[in-house]
């Protein structure tokens, strides 16, 4: 499967009713959108991890269009 296939996948898989359900579950149980701080580094590094996946999925919905080199204008 190529990159651009992979990345198909997952934006009809979370784009769904089911999908949409499932990644605001996950958004709100890892807390995607809150400091994962404590005073413990050990569990500051699991809960970041945590985040970090979900962070990967809405990452895999957003279209990204490259920049166009400014540097020559």
Do not use: C
């Amino acid at each position: 499967m190529t990159p651009k296939e992979l990345k198909a996948t997952y934006r009809s898989a979370l784009t769904s009713d089911d999908g949409r359900k499932m990644l605001d579950d996950l958004s709100a149980r890892f807390g995607i959108w809150k400091s994962s701080y404590t005073p413990n580094s050990d569990e500051t590094a699991w809960r970041e991890g945590q985040r970090e996946v979900v962070l990967f999925m809405y990452a895999m919905l957003k279209d990204h269009k490259p920049k166009e080199d400014t540097a020559d204008v």
